[in-house]
Structures are given as C-alpha cells and as structure tokens.
C-alpha cells in the first residue's frame, strides 16, 4: 500500500527535520568548514541557501496561482543570513518557522505556480509542503556529513520522499531522449515503483508486491532501503551502494536528464 504523508504530518516532519538541520549546524566544527557533498559551498554558504530557498517557497505559497515565481524581493527582503553562528541558527528557525505558518494558513489545496508543471504532481499549496519536506530531509543529511555521523533519512519520510522524486522530479511528458527502458525500483520496507521511459517521456507507477512484467522485461533495477534510494536519487550516494541489476547505463542518463532543457 502506498500512502503519501498527510498535510499535517507534512507540517510536523518539516518541523521535525528542521530541528535536526539545526542542531547539525550547531554541532559542526565551524561555519568554514567545506560541504562534502558540495565541496564549493561552505556550511554557512549552505544554510544560507537552504535557508533562503525555505523563504522562496513561501512566497510562492504566498502568491498562489501564478504563470511564474515572485519577484525576489518578495523573499529575499533585508539581506543575506548572519554569520555569526547563533545568530544564523535563528535566522534558519525564523524561515522554517514562517514556511509552516504559511503552509498551514493556506492548507493543502492552494493553487500555485510549481517548476513540475508536466508532472502528475498537483501544483498546490500540499505540493509544495511535500516538496519542502524532502528538500530538508535531504539537506540535513548533507549538514551531518560536515560534522556529526550522518543518520538515514527516517522510514516514513524516506519512503514517501522516493514516491515524490518519482511521480514530481522524474515523471514527466518530455520525450525521452534514448531507447526506451523501464526501471524498477525496490524499498527493503516493501514498496516498489516502475519507471518506463519513452517517447511519450516518464511514467511512473507502483508495483504490488511480487507482481508485474517478468524480469526480463526490466532493463535496470535497483534495490536499497528507502533512504539510500533517495540519497541515490540526489547523488548523496553511488550506485555501488545499491544491489543493481542490468544495463547501468540507464540510470548514468537519468541522472543527467534535464527535461527542462
């Protein structure tokens, strides 16, 4: 059965993740130190970022239905992030804490404008809550990375974070531009999906357990927990990492796919 996560838990877990990017800043030698994950930013660069990302989603919430994203001055008002560590800590606890107010006030059918227009995902308010969620996870994990043991994105959120990097950042009416393929993807918790990429673009559905086309019709799987199979999907984690089966050439395309282009 696959669920995704209901608003409310939605706005809890951002909550949740949140505290735990917070206290990995906190905990990190210096706001010096160099992102392993992305060896050009430093850790205060990446709050910075991060931060100032949690603030543009909230103007786009904010705006509702829309051809485009608000003008940056509608969320990059008053400057950059402070640099003095306390002081950064709660400038990031100021933009979470702001994304949730608006989340919640505008609750989860707000029409608004999203980048994932040709994918199944709705472009709404609950979108882009889900959409937060996952991000933060994600940088979370990149925060621990610079300076405490780094812990797997929990179950729950992992495995609807790889339901969303499937049906928002993957699934897509963009041809694709090689042969076609299809690709499975297997969660050690019991959930599957199937990728199949085609002229048509990338369709994405979930696979029972135990069922669908046999496996010679697959031309590439991947197995890990649902938290590998996300930090995978954003490049936190090599293939190697994965139990993987076929033509690997496929998910080396994928990951330099930009339908966007």
Known sequence: M???LSFPDQLRLIDER???FRAAVAAAPGLDVRMPTQPE?????????VGMGRRKAAAIVTAGPADAPPEESAWKGGGGAPREREALL???DESVRHLVSVLREAGPDRGCWTWWADSPSPQTSGAWARRQLHEIAVHTYDVQLAGVTPQPIPEK???DGFDDCQFTLCATTVPWPHEPAIVDYHAAEGRSWRLRLNHDGAQVEHLAPDAGEAPDTVDASARGTASELVLFFYGRRPLESLESEGDRRIFDRLATWDPSA
């Open 157 to 159: 959120i992992a495995l």
């Open 18 to 20: 949140s505290a735990a």
């Open 41 to 49: 930013r430093t850790l205060f660069d990446h709050v910075q970022h």
């Open 90 to 92: 709660t400038w990031w």
């Open 2 to 4: 696959h669920e995704i």
